[in-house]
T-cell receptor
């Protein structure tokens, strides 16, 4: 059973470009979470999605960031007009059920560098 | 509000020494879960342990052991006979509600040969 997959693993964007990060949850998992890890910091929750629904986006910056988890295909975290401060590692996690015990499986992360 | 504090930013020890990483958490929930993750230089997150709030038994797994004390809201992690491969950033984390895991800021552990 393949784990959570994220691609690309490394992404370089110039200021002002768009970044698209993809997350394929584990087979059978319909809940996806995105976390951001700024340099030298811990992970911070961004957004929680179920298929076709955003459940909790309390950690998402108000502008330029959006996330989706369509009925078919991977979850996408989209950052428009990237700035240097967006440089970070973005981790996706998936869960097989409505959360109750913190059973989230993390992907390897995407490292975004904005030049 | 939930919070996880890892007061030790960096620890450096010589190989074969024992080392303890501290973790203090805050929550108003009676049911919650605590975690430790390892992040080696390669960057991925390696799950180490999850404990629920009703189970205060200490746990040992090889050279790793965990001490959970509700009275002091602490969940400390000890590595016995440390090895160079233990060098990593270690994160303590908490989950109780709202479907999000709250991470501490991490402790960078360096094991010198």
């Amino acid at each position: 059973n393949a784990g959570v997959m994220q691609n690309p693993r490394h992404l370089v964007r110039r200021r002002g470009q768009e970044a698209r990060l993809r997350c394929s949850p584990m087979k059978g998992h319909s809940h996806v979470y995105w976390y951001r890890q700024l340099p030298e910091e811990g992970l911070k929750f961004m957004v929680y999605l179920q298929k076709e629904n955003i459940i909790d986006e309390s950690g998402m910056p108000k502008e330029r960031f959006s996330a989706e988890f369509p009925k078919e295909g991977p979850s996408i975290l989209r950052i428009q007009q990237v700035v240097r401060g967006d440089s970070a590692a973005y981790f996706c996690a998936s869960s097989p059920r409505t959360e109750g015990i913190g059973e989230q499986y993390f992907g390897p992360g995407t490292r975004l560098t904005v030049t | 509000a939930q919070k996880v504090t890892q007061a030790q930013t960096e620890i450096s020890v010589v190989e074969k020494e024992d080392v303890t990483l501290d973790c203090v958490y805050e929550t108003r929930d009676t049911t919650y879960y605590l975690f430790w993750y390892k992040q080696p230089p390669s960057g991925e997150l390696v799950f180490l342990i999850r404990r629920n709030s009703f189970d205060e038994q200490n746990e040992i797994s090889g050279r790793y052991s965990w001490n959970f004390q509700k009275s002091t809201s602490s969940f400390n992690f000890t590595i016995t006979a440390s090895q160079v491969v233990d060098s990593a950033v270690y994160f303590c984390a908490q989950y109780s509600s709202a479907s999000k895991i709250i991470f501490g800021s991490g402790t960078r552990l360096s094991i010198r040969p």
